[in-house]
């Protein structure tokens, strides 16, 4: 079945470092993907997303290339901040209409 | 604006209870809402998926008679876990899907409920 999976954490940074959270999927068709960012207390928040192949996904810095070669959408940020210090998510959504979450990322960005 | 929030936040009950956890879309319609579980560490799963005003959809695998879902109006749905024993403690999230919204994956997540069950 369709799956996600996305690097263990958790992932310490200092800030302005470089940031990449790997994401690999399994699927049938052509899903799209998706990163979800889920703060402290808050519910999960849609990130940024990519539909088709070769397609970005930006949004606060963060950027997602979907690769289909290579079954991937990892996540990047040139420099990171103590603000985005929370969990990450990776998601595809299913041709059953559903989503598919990866186990979450914990990142953690000391000043 | 696409706020949905989770009542209570956290609910430590007894072994051999029912507990009810209350989702609810605070500034928009939800015709469809989405229960998913989360283990330590583990993905969100999901559990169920509701539609107003009719029985809900349960994923594979799912008791749908130990976890009762009620979608009886437009911006509320409840999750029931009835007879609760410490296999049930999980972290429990739900999401909204605005009535009329534009492509299917937009959902508005819950902040989640933490059930403990001693």
């Known amino acids: 079945g369709d799956s996600v999976t996305q690097m263990e954490g958790p992932v310490t940074l200092s800030e302005e470092a470089f940031l990449t959270i790997n994401c690999t999927y399994t699927a049938t068709g052509y899903p799209s993907l998706f990163w979800y960012v889920q703060y402290p207390g808050e519910g999960l928040q849609l990130l940024l997303k990519a539909t088709k192949a070769d397609d970005k996904g930006s949004n606060k810095g963060f950027e997602a290339t979907y690769r289909k070669e290579t079954t991937s959408f990892h996540l990047e940020k040139g420099s990171v901040q103590v603000s985005d210090s929370a969990v990450y998510f990776c998601a595809l959504f299913t041709g059953a209409q559903k989503l598919v979450f990866g186990q979450g990322t914990r990142l953690t960005i000391n000043p | 604006g696409a706020v949905v929030s989770q009542h209570p936040s956290r609910v430590i009950c007894k072994s051999g209870t029912s507990v009810k956890i209350e989702c609810r879309s605070l500034?928009?319609?939800?015709?469809?809402m989405f229960w998913y579980r989360q283990f330590p560490k583990k993905s969100l799963m999901l559990m169920a998926t509701?539609?107003?005003?009719?029985?809900?959809?349960?994923e594979q695998g799912v008791e749908k008679d130990k976890f009762l879902i009620n979608h009886a109006s437009l911006t509320l749905s409840t999750l029931t876990v009835t007879s609760a024993h410490p296999e049930d403690s999980s972290f429990y999230i739900c999401?909204?899907?605005?009535?009329?919204?534009?492509?299917?994956?937009?959902?508005?997540f819950g902040p989640g409920t933490r059930l403990t069950v001693t």
């Open positions: 509701s539609n107003e005003g009719s029985k809900a959809t349960y």
């Open positions: 999401s909204a899907r605005a009535s009329g919204a534009k492509f299917s994956y937009e959902q508005y």
């Open positions: 500034d928009f319609q939800a015709t469809t």
